[in-house]
T-cell receptor, first 116, second 114 residues
Framework: NAGVTQTPKFQVLKTGQSMTLQCAQD?????MYWYRQDPGMGLRLIYY???????DKGEVPNGYNVSRLNKREFSLRLESAAPSQTSVYFC???????????????FGPGTRLTVL | KQEVTQIPAALSVPEGENLVLNCSFT??????LQWFRQDPGKGLTSLLL?????REQTSGRLNASLDKSSGRSTLYIAASQPGDSATYLC?????????????FGKGTKLSVKP
């Protein structure tokens, strides 16, 4: 049981390049989330997927797209990377949808992205 | 605006000391509050989740309390150990927020000296 896995662990991009961050969970969770963590800003929600087939914007969605490929996988795409997207990206999952649930979120180890 | 604040930003204590980490939030209308631990270069690990109807939760040497009326939560760590050194994050699920949107504090970086 690996929990939440993310690939890659590190990535350096040039401005304007695109890339996809991959996330998978093996806990049969319904909900999945993408956060970014920046010094002095804390964690902020980018997008989330309450259940397979649905996605919704979080606090900071601009410049990103997501795909809930199946129940296990939730990817985050940067179409044209900008230096402001330099950050640490975390994927998380939880059993039930939304904030009404009593279950916590389980986090992956993160992807450290630098955009030059 | 719904905000979560953690003070102090950093704390250093000698091993064995009992300590309290503080979290305050701007709106008492919450679903739940969670405490997480983050080790350097790692993801977050959930420590305790308190529902809005609860006053406290305990896990081993950790005890988290919740006072919605005052907009405060505390994380009490008993008999601290060097292995407790990490950043501790408080996160709140507010009413009126979008589903799935936890608002995080910026964390308290704890250092426990041997």
């Amino acid at each position: 049981n690996a929990g939440v896995t993310q690939t890659p662990k590190f990535q350096v991009l040039k401005t304007g390049q695109s890339m996809t961050l991959q996330c998978a969970q093996d806990m049969n969770h319904n909900s999945m989330y993408w956060y970014r963590q920046d010094p002095g800003m804390g964690l902020r929600l980018i997008y989330y997927s309450a259940s397979e087939g649905t996605t919704d914007k979080g606090e900071v969605p601009n410049g990103y797209n997501v795909s809930r490929l199946n129940k296990r996988e939730f990817s985050l795409r940067l179409e044209s990377a900008a230096p402001s997207q330099t950050s640490v990206y975390f994927c998380a999952s939880s059993v039930l949808a939304g904030v009404y649930n009593t279950d916590t979120q389980y986090f992956g180890p993160g992807t450290r992205l630098t955009v030059l | 605006k719904q905000e979560v604040t953690q003070i102090p930003a950093a704390l250093s204590v000698p091993e064995g000391e009992n300590l309290v980490l503080n979290c305050s939030f701007t709106d008492s209308a919450i679903y739940n509050l969670q405490w997480f631990r983050q080790d350097p270069g790692k993801g977050l690990t959930s420590l305790l989740l308190i529902q809005s109807s609860q006053r406290e939760q305990t896990s081993g040497r950790l005890n988290a309390s919740l006072d919605k009326s005052s907009g405060r939560s505390t994380l009490y760590i008993a008999a601290s150990q060097p292995g407790d050194s990490a950043t501790y994050l408080c996160a709140v699920a507010f009413y009126g927020g979008s589903q799935g949107n936890l608002i995080f504090g910026k964390g308290t970086k704890l250092s426990v000296k041997p």
